[in-house]
């Protein structure tokens, strides 16, 4: 009994981000592609958003860069090694042939450029040792310069109606008013189902991480992230199972990376501060440093591993062996951070050798030389 009553929370928010899905699956059908799954990828980690909300809310510094960072490595680490074996397997027993490489979207090079932009700012955040409120205004205006440009993009053509949830299908039917209001109504019943479950979600994880014996930072760290994306992992899931769809699952992820580098990590310091009734920066301590500076590194690894349009079947082997050796040792951070850090700089180096060689960019770089040299 007492388990049930401890895990309400647990199941509750777990099902608003399901209604919040499921809206945000049915409204890319009338948007750009681009800028679909965009919001879709936002949409979906609401509940992450709300957890971080919290623990700032509650001037919990220690644990704000555990879910922060813990969130971020789960979306690398094992999400997009997830997309690529779900989809290695499922369409390689199919159709007797097993691809090497996920290839991705000719217009997908913005969202990798964009990852890029966040995370060399977070070079920065790191340097200085604080997150400041000054920080969350750079953050919001990258992101929001990225969705100014997505909305330029060619408009997503209508998904099959069977690829919807059923909900969803039965959206699609109804005329644009009834069907605007009926995706406004599962956000606003996602949102409402989210706001009442956060607090009890984060006590009950706390309790749980004491009665385990484990230290609340690790279990902050891995536990609240994975729950709280979990129907995020789902759609990525079903689409990565799907003909064709990988790339779709391997944007998504993509996007929510995106998001939780800028939007999430700049909705921080402005809660803390408003919970405070004050302005004061949030110091960085050497932990704190530690734990950035590996993610930071991992998504840098990932961004430049994608900078081709492509995310191979090495990549996602080895992405997923470093997450899985420092998620089981702890002690190996600073070796993973290292490896991380020496893989990413090969291939960098890799690019530019190609490009004093044969003069030819990265498929994201050129194709960005491209678009923003028509638009001029």
């Not at 700012?121 to 340097?127: D, L, N, Q, R």
């Not at 310069?145 to 993009?153: A, E, G």
């Not at 997450?323 to 040792?329: A, K, P, R, S, T």
């Amino acid at each position: 009994m007492e388990i049930l009553t401890d895990s309400w929370s647990l199941i509750v928010i777990l099902l608003a981000a399901f209604v919040i899905g499921w809206a945000a699956e049915t409204a890319q059908t009338f948007m750009s592609r681009a800028l679909a799954f965009s919001i879709l990828a936002w949409l979906q980690t609401l509940p992450e958003f709300a957890v971080e909300a919290s623990i700032a809310w509650r001037q919990e510094q220690d644990l704000m860069i555990a879910n922060l960072t813990g969130s971020l490595r789960l979306i690398v680490g094992l999400g997009l090694p997830m997309i690529f074996f779900v989809h290695f397997f499922f369409q390689g027993f199919k159709n007797k042939k097993f691809i090497r490489a996920i290839k991705l979207d000719d217009q997908d090079f913005l969202s990798i450029l964009c990852l890029f932009i966040s995370i060399l700012y977070f070079v920065f955040i790191w340097a200085k040792s604080s997150l400041t409120i000054f920080d969350s205004g750079v953050l919001f205006f990258i992101y929001g310069r990225y969705l100014w440009i997505l909305k330029d993009f060619p408009t997503h053509t209508e998904e099959e109606e069977s690829d919807l949830p059923w909900i969803g299908k039965k959206l699609v039917k109804l005329d644009p008013v009834p069907k605007l209001i009926g995706v406004g109504l599962l956000f606003t019943i996602g949102g409402i189902a989210l706001y009442c479950s956060v607090h009890p979600f984060i006590d009950t994880l706390q309790k749980w991480s004491i009665r385990m014996g484990i230290s609340t930072f690790i279990f902050i760290q891995w536990v609240a992230p994975f729950l709280s994306e979990f129907p995020e992992k789902v759609s990525a899931f079903n689409w990565a199972r799907q003909k064709n769809k990988a790339p779709m699952a391997v944007m998504n992820m993509v996007g929510s990376n995106i998001n939780q580098w800028t939007m999430l990590a700049g909705m921080i310091p402005i809660v803390f501060n408003l919970s405070l009734g004050h302005y004061q920066p949030i110091s960085l301590d050497s932990l704190h440093r530690a734990e950035l500076l590996l993610t930071i590194v991992q998504s840098l690894l990932v961004g430049v591993l994608l900078m081709d349009l492509e995310f191979s079947i090495s990549d996602a082997a080895l992405v997923f062996v470093l997450w899985l050796v420092q998620f089981i040792f702890s002690s190996t951070r600073e070796v993973i951070t290292w490896v991380y850090l020496i893989w990413a700089i090969g291939e960098i180096i890799k690019c530019l050798f190609v490009f004093w060689k044969h003069q030819e960019l990265p498929k994201a770089l050129l194709l960005a030389k491209r678009y923003y040299g028509r638009n001029e």
